[in-house]
DNA sequence: CCTTTTGGCTAATGGTATTAGCCAAGCCGC
DNA sequence: GCGGCTTGGCTAATACCATTAGCCAAAAGG
């Protein structure tokens, strides 16, 4: 390796790309040394820690996805951008599963920069919500529904866990719209109601 | 040790506990043996290896959620079944959160025996669902939609993704039987109308 | 009671991250 | 242009990890 051609900036590139190509779980300080072209300790020039890499990765995921879902959301509202901000988290997890996988991990309470990139992913479906004239626990329950939705979907995806052949585009489209239907339907109330109902059951 | 009292299921089983406690991350073929009071190579004369280990506490991890989910079925359907279900499997996330982190892992297609456990657990989701009435495609992804809300919520709050403070159970209460509204509500062909017209704009 | 099986063990291999410490290339002030 | 400092490679070493080979004694069974 050339002496000064490589930075941290470039050193976390090659890790986005071997994770997205490999997987996480097989992105290795050996191999992405390798790739780079220098051996293993020199990382540490540039990177911390595995640790810290895994963060930086966690970053990008988050921001990246972000990006997308602000961009899908931009003069779209209601039904329209729900389904737009859904359909764009969801592709940038398949076109970045390791990058995805990294950005899934839980932010450390202790730092602010991760936390905050998280939060602001969120925050992206709570504007989406709005529309729906949601305040107060309502509002939050459906943010955490959402978010909910679109992971779990996601991740089950990225799992191979739908093993049929039906179109994953559409599944999702009708989870979301499905939802959707249901909060506009005066759904919040009524499950609301439904859930005292059960509680006072069990 | 002494000899004779250490069988494969029990090995299985301290290590179920061990991941329990520790994260499944933390379940290393080390601190196993030191748990048992043995040296790590003579966990192999029990198990194959750590492939295998992780598998058996999947299959262990599928079993205790079909067990919880089904016993959570019996004598109830509809949205109460629905959220029976959710709620077992929630319940069982949350108290064995390393055998749940070990039951996400997809299974391998050609083991028979893991991918008909995994199976199962749908199994419960669709025979809840055809309370709706939903058939042909769209009991398809209602399923998907039941095991993706699910898994994300459960998963999520694993994690620690939910931040705030509002009740958890709720939260997935209101999720589910806001779902379970819009599926009522002729959600589904609301759902597919709204998507075709998405697809022709996009 | 002797033999076989079993389930521990130690030793060794090759993988992982990480630290310490060396050394030369390149940059910066003079 | 030259000398010193910083930088970013390197090798060597440490401390983990899983896993295999091969040993040996305890238990089991004829």
Redesign the interface.
């Known amino acids: 390796m050339a002496r000064g051609t490589l930075n941290a900036a470039a050193v976390v590139d090659a890790a986005a790309e071997l994770c997205d190509d490999c997987g996480l779980s097989q992105l290795t300080l050996a191999r992405l040394a390798n790739e780079l072209g220098i051996k293993p300790p020199s990382l540490h020039k540039h990177i911390e820690c595995l640790g810290t890499l895994h963060r930086e990765l966690a970053l990008r995921g988050l921001r990246e996805a972000n990006r997308r879902m602000t961009r899908a959301a931009i003069g779209r509202s209601g039904?329209?951008a729900l389904?737009?901000v859904a359909r764009a988290y969801r592709e940038f997890a398949s076109e970045h599963p390791g990058l995805y996988a990294a950005s899934?991990?839980?932010p450390e309470a202790k730092d602010a920069e991760w936390t905050r990139a998280?939060?602001e992913v969120v925050g992206i479906a709570v504007a989406v919500l709005e529309a729906y004239g949601l305040t107060g626990?309502?509002a939050?329950?459906?943010t955490?529904?959402v978010?909910?939705?679109?992971?779990?979907?996601v991740?089950?995806e990225a799992?191979?866990?739908?093993?049929?052949t039906?179109k994953l585009e559409?599944?999702l489209?009708?989870?979301?719209?499905?939802?959707?239907?249901?909060?506009r339907?005066d759904?919040?109330s009524?499950?609301?109601k439904?859930?005292r109902l059960?509680k006072r059951n069990s």
Chains 1, 2 share one sequence.
């Open positions: 039904d329209d389904l737009a899934l991990r839980a998280a939060a626990n309502d939050l329950h459906a955490r529904a978010r909910a939705i679109i992971h779990g979907f991740s089950l799992a191979g866990g739908f093993g049929s039906l559409e599944s489209d009708h989870l979301v719209l499905t939802f959707a239907h249901g909060l339907a759904g919040v009524a499950a609301a439904a859930a059960r």
